[in-house]
């Protein structure tokens, strides 16, 4: 058995080093909330934090992470659905089919970290996630609407 830190908690999981994790998430943890997309690292479905990098776990082999290594996916970004960008996407309806969602949120969660007032450039330069949908628009607002609620939370 092998130990991997989810979500805050010492997960075991017995898979091959060279599985992608997103495997060992969805199948051998049971959280099927980050997606199988393309399975080349290119639309983000499957996109988690890692140490707080977003990482698209399509491709990543599962022995290349460590047990002090931080993962965490959408089910563990909030407990209730509170982070801005959760509340955000809730607010302006941003989700169509919903598939890719989960990837872009943890994208988006990622980039407020680092910029909490993104510019257009920076949004675009982080959020590289496909939506089938063509959410994109919604996308920005809300992680506009969701940078503007922080900056109300810190006055």
Request: overall charge positive.
């Amino acid at each position: 058995m092998t130990t991997l830190n989810v979500n805050g908690s010492a997960r075991e999981f017995q898979a091959e080093d060279d599985t992608p994790l997103l495997w060992v998430l969805r199948e051998q943890l049971g959280l099927t909330g980050t997606k199988y997309g393309c399975g080349i690292a290119q639309c983000g479905a499957c996109t988690v934090h890692i140490d707080g990098v977003p990482t698209r776990t399509c491709v990543r082999p599962v022995g290349s992470v460590s047990a002090t290594d931080k993962i965490v996916t959408i089910e563990g970004l909030s407990k209730d659905a509170s982070h801005p960008i959760q509340k955000a996407w809730a607010a302006l309806d941003v989700p169509q089919c919903g598939f890719c969602q989960a990837g872009m949120i943890m994208a988006a969660a990622a980039l407020l970290k680092d910029k909490p007032r993104p510019t257009d450039a920076d949004i675009d330069a982080a959020m590289t996630n496909i939506c089938r949908c063509g959410t994109y628009n919604r996308v920005r607002a809300a992680i506009k609407h969701a940078a503007g609620a922080r900056d109300r939370n810190l006055r």
